[in-house]
């Protein structure tokens, strides 16, 4: 079960943008996720008529490794870490580990 999806909101806690919240936009692959504002950079683009692209320098979401966020807790206004708790009726759902309550509601 993946811990961090998308459109889950995560907070940065390494690197250059360490502090900022972002939603998951994406996951690249098992290891790496595209966040809303995080890891930005500028982009130098060729414009291409045909595909009615405009040139000029674009910002451009890049992907961040996931050790480097961690999901944010509404609860304790922190980034939390996630662990995996099985229900009585079978259902796998993720937990914070702080105060064991669900993220899934």
């Known amino acids: 079960m993946q811990r961090i999806r998308k459109g889950d909101e995560v907070i940065v806690i390494a690197g250059r943008d360490k502090g900022k919240r972002g939603t998951v936009l994406r996951r690249v692959d098992a290891q790496h996720l595209v966040v809303e ?36 807790n509404p609860a304790t206004q922190k980034g939390d870490r996630i662990g995996v708790k099985a229900l009585a009726d079978g259902r796998k759902v993720r937990v914070f580990k702080s105060n064991d309550e669900q993220v899934d509601a």
């Open 37 to 72: 504002g995080v890891n930005r950079v500028k982009r130098h683009t060729r414009p291409n008529p045909m595909k009615g692209v405009q040139g000029g320098i674009v910002d451009k979401d890049m992907p961040i490794h996931v050790s480097n966020i961690a999901l944010f």
